[in-house]
């Protein structure tokens, strides 16, 4: 009873690609929103810190993950391409300023629920 209690309020595990330990970028806003309404959260970035008690990785998890939020733009897209492919989460979201039309198709192509939203707005508005 009591796993089954605890495995209900977990939520599914959302990869931020674009991880910055800079406090005025959005992909740092998105982290500790997410973290603050209980979401499991991986940060990807390219530089090495932290947001809050987040550690931002330069390693990419190989599966689990349900939600990808992107704040790359596209055209630094192109090299986690078949990484997204592979990692086939049940959606990734395209934050304003990272769509991309070719990567949408073929993620979609590829069974993969795209969204073109802002993760900010998605989870103040309830609709993450």
């Known amino acids: 009873m009591l796993f089954c209690v605890i495995f209900a309020c977990m939520k599914q595990t959302t990869l931020v690609m674009g991880a910055s330990p800079n406090a005025a970028?959005?992909?740092?806003?998105?982290?500790?929103?997410?973290?603050?309404?209980?979401?499991?959260?991986?940060?990807?970035?390219?530089?090495?810190?932290?947001?809050?008690?987040?550690?931002?990785?330069?390693?990419?998890?190989?599966?689990?993950?349900?939600?990808?939020?992107?704040?790359?733009?596209?055209?630094?897209?192109?090299?986690?391409v078949d990484y997204l492919l592979k990692l086939k989460p049940a959606r990734v979201i395209f934050n304003?300023?990272?769509?991309?039309?070719?990567?949408?198709?073929?993620?979609?192509?590829?069974?993969?629920q795209v969204i073109e939203a802002c993760t900010l707005v998605m989870l103040r508005t309830g609709q993450y």
Do not use: C, W
């Not at 991986?42 to 190989?62: C, N, Y």
């Not at 304003?96 to 069974?111: D, M, S």
């Open 96 to 112: 304003p300023g990272t769509e991309n039309p070719e990567l949408q198709a073929l993620l979609q192509e590829h069974g993969i």
């Open 25 to 80: 970028r959005y992909s740092y806003m998105a982290t500790q929103l997410l973290r603050s309404h209980q979401y499991q959260v991986i940060a990807f970035g390219l530089k090495a810190g932290k947001i809050e008690d987040t550690e931002i990785t330069q390693l990419l998890p190989e599966s689990d993950i349900d939600t990808v939020t992107l704040y790359l733009g596209p055209q630094n897209q192109v090299p986690y």
